[in-house]
């Protein structure tokens, strides 16, 4: 009776009674499938071993290589013809994605510079340059030896009125006090984001604050402000070539997704519980 309980013996079970099933299914008159090796498919499996091992198969690894590769088609063609890839969600994601290949090599054409150009006429926002700000900070510590506003309030005047160096006044920040061209996002990764909210709204070429980021106090003027501008084609070329390619290869797959979803008819049963009626989706 333990031996009844044993899973091999379930799995040996299981397994004959496919066979069992597939041979009364198909008989055994048929004529067997013709399974070809060519060279070419040889020298793959030669390519794919060098890959791998960084070195050439020799003779009887090469018989090796075909017998795996027969043993394979057999099983597979096998599996196939008892309906084993059926409902099978690895099968289906990986046959979904040969699909998708085929798709992309009909869409796999170099585009031309007429062709980039209108591309990038058709969405600036994507290849123009972002707005950028310069300026230069004087900080105040937080803690004890923070500067009280009135002290602060005094400083930015005198800063503003050219009588002190900026260089000279406040504490030093590891970070540093003068700042070149950089993005909202940019400034945001160095004194957070109210920061680079309060800078990007403040007005060039006056001392201005006091400003609170993630390090303490500080006391800013913005030297230069640029706004998003339009980049010259050739530095923007190989961009848009990779955004024209992968646009190209997206309308690639929807299209060849819709000429093959138009064969069906498309029935969604409701959910139990769910407020919405069936979907139905018939082939146009």
């Not at 585009?111 to 969405?123: G, K, M």
């Not at 406040?170 to 800078?199: H, Y």
């Amino acid at each position: 009776m333990k031996l009844l309980r044993e899973p091999l013996l379930h799995f040996l079970v299981i397994g004959a009674v496919l066979f069992g099933v597939y041979q009364w299914a198909t008989g055994d008159e048929t004529a067997p499938d013709e399974i070809v090796v060519s060279a070419g498919q040889i020298a793959s499996l030669q390519a794919i071993f060098s890959q791998t091992w960084q070195r050439r198969p020799t003779a009887k690894e090469t018989e090796a290589l075909v017998d795996e590769y027969i043993r394979d088609d057999v099983f597979y063609r096998e599996g196939i013809a008892m309906g084993l890839d059926r409902d099978d969600a690895i099968v289906r994601r990986r046959i979904r994605q040969k699909m998708e290949f085929v798709a992309d090599l009909a869409a796999d054409v170099q585009p031309t510079d007429a062709e980039l150009r209108a591309f990038v006429a058709d969405h600036p926002d994507r290849f123009s340059g972002k707005p950028s700000v310069s300026f230069t900070q004087v900080y105040f510590p937080s803690g004890a030896q923070a500067a009280n506003e009135v002290e602060v309030e005094r400083l930015r005047l005198a800063l503003d009125a050219g009588t002190t160096d900026a260089s000279t006044a406040g504490s030093p920040l590891l970070a540093g006090s003068d700042f070149r061209d950089l993005t909202k996002s940019e400034v945001a990764q160095t004194f957070g984001a109210d920061f680079a909210a309060w800078i990007d709204r403040a007005t060039p070429g006056t001392w201005q604050g006091p400003v609170i980021s993630g390090y303490g106090t500080h006391l800013v003027r913005v030297s230069e402000r640029v706004e998003a501008r339009e980049l010259p084609f050739e530095q923007v070329r190989d961009a848009a070539r990779r955004e024209w390619l992968h646009a190209r290869k997206v309308a690639a797959n929807d299209a060849l997704y819709k000429k093959l979803r138009s064969r069906y008819v498309i029935k969604v049963e409701k959910m139990p519980g769910a407020s919405t009626e069936t979907i139905v989706g018939v082939a146009e």
